[in-house]
């Protein structure tokens, strides 16, 4: 074996966010299904005379755009850009791309609220949601919640001067 056949197994993997494999597909479908409803939604409401619609529309067209450019660049493989900014938004941490997209999704709605902004933008929404609980972390086992139980227990004990209810 060459020394770079031997390095290869050695380079570390991208930093695990601690999201299951289908936990990520699920928030890159709805990433998908955010982008597809914020662009139809958009382009509806631009149809319209109302100037703030017309901004709203077209920030939704936008945001359908960069949910295809961030979660499924090979959708865009026209644009040049697409694999490098793609590679950027998988580096950020779970927390940044929740509060990234909830905030894309939001501004429509302040902008012009409406039924078609509102629920053109849930799904997107709903896509920083999934993002944001991804980054809270798996739920912990009941074995170790016991054993930080009794240690916050035994803790209080020795604050207090009490064990088993009696003072010492």
Not at 2 to 29: F, H, N, Q, V
Not at 128 to 154: C, E, I, N
Request: with cysteine; net charge neutral.
């Amino acid at each position: 074996m060459s020394t770079e056949e031997t390095a290869a197994p050695t380079k570390s993997a991208p930093d695990d966010d601690g999201m299951t494999w289908w936990y990520r597909w699920l928030c890159k479908i709805a990433g998908v299904l955010g982008g597809i409803s914020c662009a139809v939604s958009g382009v509806w409401n631009c149809v319209t005379v109302n100037p703030l619609n017309i901004a709203a529309g077209v920030w939704m067209v936008l945001n359908a755009f960069v949910l295809f450019l961030c979660e499924v660049p090979f959708c865009c493989q026209f644009i040049e850009f697409a694999n490098a900014v793609a590679a950027r938004a998988d580096k950020l941490k779970p927390w940044q791309k929740a509060f990234f997209y909830c905030g894309m999704a939001l501004f429509p709605v302040f902008l012009s609220f409406s039924f078609t902004t509102l629920f053109g933008n849930a799904i997107a929404f709903a896509t920083g949601v999934l993002y944001g609980l991804a980054s809270l972390g798996k739920k912990g086992d009941a074995v170790t919640y016991a054993r930080l139980q009794h240690q916050k227990q035994g803790d209080e004990e020795r604050m207090t001067g009490t064990t088993n209810g009696a003072p010492e």
